[in-house]
């Protein structure tokens, strides 16, 4: 068998930027994630959370018109309906597709969120620093930081399939039932159903949170992933860094009555701060008080993230150099 | 020998940089490598005729490059100018090959000089699109198909997604993997690794192709598939540097190379003449005629003939400084003494040896 240069064209027409090597980058990562039964798992069980605030609203309404058609009796008394639909309304205000809703999806789909990119980041990032295949990537008409980026995209996918998806989903589900909830900024204010702001405004405050959770989560996670590589010493240092760290805080200024800028030492609470800003709530409403102001958690976070590019500034290289 | 690795200081005149430094015609082939070696000879000959255009600007330029891993010295003041063709890039573990290998695909930036690939820095996007890089290393997604990295690999060197499936389809048939490339990378021989990085390195139509031991693990068939390639590229006016332990097959391959030692490129150019460098070494010829007393007694007159001695077969060992005179000297004897040789055959001109003799008999 001879070797045939024939069908080997010379390549005449023009290459695409470097920038369009991005999405590749991200594609491959994601491809080796979605091949992993262990995503799907987490996937599923953080649907079931959707799933919870999906129904939710349903199940209020069903239960109020019960609770409503016929008097309801306890033995020999009978209980006040309407007192109770307002009571049960309160209690699940939650579910009213407000900033309430949103703040509360985010933060329960946030903890399987964490969990998901501690389990996922060595697939998603450790692998190329495992097995060297980095070089492949550098070899190419690309530099680091499109590396970086691609990588970035990818933990950016997984984060909004998590978050931002989903929060979507809810609030197209409340503007289908009542399609003032698109129109009208202050439907809540005048159904008296709950508080802050609807329409467009919610919707960029729910895209705002998706934004910062994604652009954060994306950097640290990819910067520890090349730092830790595999799952187990990953699962560790995130856990340090966004549970441990947390509760720290939360012992120093709750317990210990330390400065309220301790807590800015819990990068998930810092994430929700700034969420919570997005979504419109006021500073003063934010539980557990007393919080930092929003702007410090902005630049504590900025600063993570500054340190974070650094590192994988460093790090990001085809050539591994031991000293 | 000795001069020959000094020669490569920059601040000093040197041999070695001045002579073979820009590629030369392999136009010195001698008769000594009649016996067995013909095989490889029809190769050199074949790679002699493909070595492309020797004017125009470098495809690969080191100038005066150095690279320093902390207080270690990986490259130090190399000069290297290549155009198109192939070259061998040999060496012992340590000599600095890998780290020329990654100066040149641009993963590493020279601490002092420049490396310049068509004329741009080796590290910039501009000038990895003339690259292509074979690392040694053959790991990668292992669930992922031959034919899926590939297409990715064209990806990212800007292709389109159609025009990737259609080129990625061309290299790899290029390559021998076309029936192969549906498997995953996880199940592929050791072989079939390094016909799919070939590819890789092959999809964007590089001019400059950078091989880090590019025939190690290849069984015979395969190599010797991938030894007409290289041929094929270089006649395309392509430029391979090719890293190799393998001197036998690299010797298949190229006459031209360069050699490293302790970070510095202690000699570059084609074999032949390096040899003829290595004075303190005389070339070994084995020879033989119908009239052996005679040849013997012309040779010993021979001024560059330095050592005689009869072999068990009959045959005469000589050792010969300046080849080329001596071959011309030869010449002229055998026709004027109407001799005929049985026998003519040179014993230390192979790459293992110029490498034995020049870096200190480690090769």
């Known amino acids: 068998m001879t070797v045939q240069l024939l069908h080997y064209r010379a390549w005449q027409g023009a290459f695409r930027r470097p920038s369009w090597g991005v999405w590749p980058i991200a594609r491959v990562a994601l491809g080796s994630l979605l091949r992993r039964r262990l995503f799907w798992l987490l996937y599923a069980a953080s649907l079931f959370l959707f799933l919870m605030f999906f129904f939710g609203g349903y199940l209020l309404d069903w239960a109020v018109t019960q609770v409503s058609q016929a008097p309801i009796k306890v033995g020999n008394v009978t209980l006040d309906t309407e007192r109770l639909v307002r009571s049960m309304r309160q209690t699940l205000q939650v579910l009213s597709g407000n900033q309430d809703t949103f703040a509360y999806f985010f933060n329960f789909q946030g903890t399987m969120v964490m969990i998901v990119l501690a389990l996922t980041g060595a697939v998603l990032v450790g692998n190329d620093f495992t097995f060297r295949s980095l070089p492949f990537y550098l070899s190419k008409p690309i530099n680091r930081w499109h590396y970086i980026l691609g990588k970035c995209l990818a933990v950016a996918v997984v984060v909004n399939l998590l978050t931002t998806l989903p929060a979507l989903g809810l609030y197209m589900q409340h503007g289908m039932d009542e399609w003032e909830y698109f129109t009208n900024v202050a439907y809540f204010e005048e159904s008296g159903m709950g508080r802050g702001p609807a329409s467009w405004v919610l919707l960029l405050g729910v895209l705002g949170f998706g934004t910062i959770l994604t652009v954060f989560l994306s950097v640290t996670l990819v910067a520890a992933a090349s730092w830790m590589r595999r799952t187990m010493p990953l699962v560790m240092v995130w856990c340090a860094v966004f549970l441990f760290l947390h509760m720290v805080a939360v012992i120093l200024v709750d317990g210990l009555r330390y400065n309220v800028h301790w807590r800015l030492l819990g990068l998930w609470n810092n994430l929700c701060l700034l969420g919570y800003a997005c979504l419109g709530f006021d500073h003063e409403t934010i539980w557990p008080a007393p919080q930092p102001s929003f702007l410090a958690a902005g630049i504590t976070l900025g600063g993570v993230m500054l340190l974070c590019l650094t590192y994988l500034n460093q790090r990001t290289r085809a050539v591994e150099i031991v000293r | ?363």
Request: proline fraction near 5%.
């Open chain 2, 1 to 363: 020998m000795p001069d020959l690795l000094e020669s490569t200081d920059p601040s000093r005149g040197d041999r070695a940089l001045e002579g073979p430094l820009v590629r030369a015609p392999l136009s010195l082939v001698n008769g000594a490598r009649i016996a067995n070696k013909s095989e490889s000879l029809e190769a050199k000959d074949s790679a002699a005729a493909e070595l492309g255009p020797k004017t125009g600007p470098p495809v690969l330029f080191f100038d005066r490059v150095s690279r320093w891993y902390g207080p270690v010295i990986g490259v130090n003041g190399v000069t290297l100018e290549l155009r198109s063709g192939i070259t061998g890039l040999v060496g012992h573990n340590g000599s600095g090959k890998s780290t020329l290998m990654r100066l040149a695909a641009g993963h590493l930036r020279p601490d002092l000089g420049a490396v310049l690939v068509e004329g741009r820095q080796a590290w910039t996007a501009e000038a990895k699109r003339h690259v292509g890089y074979c690392p040694e290393l053959d790991t990668y997604y292992e669930e992922m198909s031959g034919r899926r990295f590939i297409q990715c690999m064209a990806r990212l060197s800007g292709f389109s997604r159609a025009e990737a499936r259609s080129r990625g389809d061309e290299v790899l048939e290029l390559v021998g993997m076309a029936d192969r490339a549906q498997r995953p990378l996880a199940g592929y021989s050791k072989g079939m690794r390094q016909r799919i990085k070939l590819a890789q390195a092959l999809i964007h139509d590089p001019k400059l192709l950078l091989l880090d031991e590019p025939l190690s693990g290849i069984d015979p068939i395969g190599r010797r598939e991938s030894i007409q390639l290289f041929h094929k590229l270089a006649g395309r006016g392509k430029c391979l540097l090719i890293s190799s332990h393998e001197l036998e097959e690299l010797e298949k391959l190229t006459d031209h190379v360069a050699i490293m030692a302790a970070g510095r490129i202690a000699a570059v150019g084609p074999l032949t003449q390096i040899r003829d460098l290595l004075d303190d070494h005389p070339l070994s010829i084995r020879v033989a005629s119908d009239q052996n007393k005679v040849l013997a007694t012309a040779l010993l007159d021979c001024d560059d003939v330095v050592g005689l001695d009869r072999l068990p077969d009959d045959a005469l060992l000589v050792r010969a400084r300046n080849p080329r005179r001596f071959f011309q000297r030869l010449t002229e004897l055998v026709i004027s003494e109407h001799l005929e040789i049985s026998h003519l055959e040179s014993l230390d001109e192979s790459t293992h040896d110029v490498l034995g003799y020049l870096l200190g008999g480690k090769s």
